[in-house]
T-cell receptor, first 112, second 115 residues
Framework: EDKVVQSPLSLVVHEGDTVTLNCSYE??????LLWYKQEKKAPTFLFML????IEKKSGRLSSILDKKELFSILNITATQTGDSAIYLC????????????FGRGTQLTVWP | EAGVTQFPSHSVIEKGQTVTLRCDPI?????LYWYRRVMGKEIKFLLH????????ESGMPNNRFLAERTGGTYSTLKVQPAELEDSGVYFC?????????????FGSGTQLSVL
């Protein structure tokens, strides 16, 4: 059975801390891994990763994929209260490209 | 550009009643998806439309759920009759191109509570 597992499920940090969110997966015919941020309502796209070892970066956020060990990490440096959200990891398979398989998400809370 | 809009934001109904959720995708997006998140679980795929055709409906839980996309624009998801386990957040997403680079844009979801 296809599986996407995120850890931790919940994380509380103070502003300025650096956090690392984890996503491991076991799926057949893997094509890509996506990260989304869900603040209040709609999940918004952060990154899509298809190749191992190539870091994607956007401001204080960065992500990398390891296709050999079947995981990805999302790093957030110098966290701010606005980073508080649920971070969702999703995997796309080659056989059903349009369909995403999600993990449960990591609830990140950043205190001032 | 208007995003994906869903209506209503929240619906509370009694077991056995019928509810219809609506999704308006981004204009010009042929692909439309329905997903659902039950409390404590991950977001799960329900079905995928390409224009007005159902491309993949393998995630639909049972025949109490009916999705339509007449004319290939907006979509509705009807639950009839609703059961307690149908409670959750129903997300709609749309995209322009299918394929490995496809980027899904999500709506804010409809929170459905069945009492």
């Amino acid at each position: 059975e296809d599986k996407v597992v995120q850890s931790p499920l919940s994380l509380v940090v103070h502003e300025g801390d650096t956090v690392t969110l984890n996503c491991s997966y076991e799926v057949t015919n893997f094509r890509s891994l996506l990260w989304y941020k869900q603040e209040k309502k709609a999940p918004t796209f952060l990154f899509m990763l298809t190749s191992s070892g190539i870091e994607k970066k956007s401001g204080r956020l960065s992500s990398i994929l390891d296709k050999k060990e079947l995981f990805s990490i999302l790093n957030i440096t110098a966290t701010q209260t606005g980073d508080s959200a649920i971070y969702l990891c999703a995997v796309r398979k080659g056989s059903t490209l349009g369909r995403l398989y999600f993990g449960r998400g990591t609830q990140l809370t950043v205190w001032p | 550009e208007a995003g994906v809009t869903q209506f209503p934001s929240h619906s509370v109904i009694e077991k056995g009643q019928t509810v219809t959720l609506r999704c308006d995708p981004i204009s010009g997006h042929d692909n439309l998806y329905w997903y659902r998140r039950v409390m404590g679980k991950e977001i799960k795929f329900l079905l995928h439309f390409v224009k007005e055709s159902k491309q993949d409906e393998s995630g639909m839980p049972n025949n109490r759920f009916l999705a339509e996309r007449t004319g290939g624009t907006y979509s509705t998801l009807k639950v009839q009759p609703a059961e307690l386990e149908d409670s959750g957040v129903y997300f709609c997403a749309s995209s322009q191109d299918e394929g490995i680079g496809e980027k899904l844009f999500f709506g804010s979801g409809t929170q459905l509570s069945v009492l």
